[in-house]
């Protein structure tokens, strides 16, 4: 079982930056897949980016081009730098490490992301 914690979500205003982490208690290497969720109010719970052990990070059409998800192999750590919020970023976000695959993965508790003025 894959320990995930997520760090780094608050408020800030439409336009603003935060930048999201999820340290992991194994090495990235040996995770197939790390992906952010998101759910936000009244909304069904979706990906909004993952990257696999190669490195390749994959992006939900609505944050394209804001959100960067990234990793440092040596902290265990994956980031989502997300820029440009808009209200409809509000939500919490989730961590998952698929060692085999997301469907099976190991979820962090979430951290809430709040994009109001």
């Known amino acids: 079982q894959v320990q995930v914690a997520e760090s780094g979500g608050g408020s800030v205003q439409p336009g603003g930056s935060l930048r999201l982490s999820c340290v992991v208690n194994?090495?990235?290497?040996?995770?197939?897949?790390m992906a952010w969720y998101r759910q936000g109010p009244g909304k069904q719970r979706e990906r909004v980016a993952h990257?696999?052990?190669?490195?390749?990070?994959y992006y939900e059409d609505s944050v394209r081009g804001r959100f960067t998800i990234s990793r440092d192999t040596s902290k265990n750590t994956v980031f989502l730098q997300m820029n440009s919020l808009k209200p409809e970023d509000t939500g919490v976000y989730y961590c998952v490490a698929g060692i085999t695959g997301l469907e099976s993965g190991s979820w962090g508790s979430g951290t809430q992301v709040t994009v109001s003025s």
């Open positions: 990257i696999t052990n190669g490195g390749t990070g």
């Open positions: 194994r090495s990235l290497f040996s995770i197939y897949v």
